[in-house]
């Protein structure tokens, strides 16, 4: 199971890497944004200052979050609580409010 895995994700990988160096090229050689005016391309190119600084305010959020994780379990490590440390085996992330809707 793991090589399957492998596998498609090297595959990903590579088009996700093609599409973007087609994406690149395009810009470079076809893109006119005097006869594409206010198509979907152009209004992404003139939101990019926003779209940039929404994804950044994402990856800090995920970064602080994970890193919040981080200290957690070396705290309740340092204090000699490992049934309180978040892993596969301690700690299970359950989905409170799904189960009380339910």
Do not use: E, K
């Not at 076809?30 to 994402?58: E, G, M, Q």
């Not at 994780?69 to 309740?76: A, G, K, P, Q």
């Not at 204090?79 to 009380?100: E, N």
């Amino acid at each position: 199971q793991l090589s399957l895995f492998t596998h498609h994700m090297w595959i990903g990988g590579f088009l996700i890497v093609g599409a973007a160096a087609h994406a690149a090229i395009f810009m470079v050689r076809d893109y006119d944004p005097t006869t594409r005016y206010n198509d979907l391309l152009d209004r992404v190119l003139r939101h990019r200052d926003a779209i940039i600084s929404h994804l950044n305010w994402v990856c800090i959020f995920l970064g602080f979050h994970s890193f919040g994780l981080y200290i957690h379990n070396d705290t309740m490590s340092a204090l000699g609580r490992p049934q309180d440390m978040f892993s596969d085996t301690a700690i299970q992330l359950q989905p409170v409010f799904a189960q009380w809707i339910q």
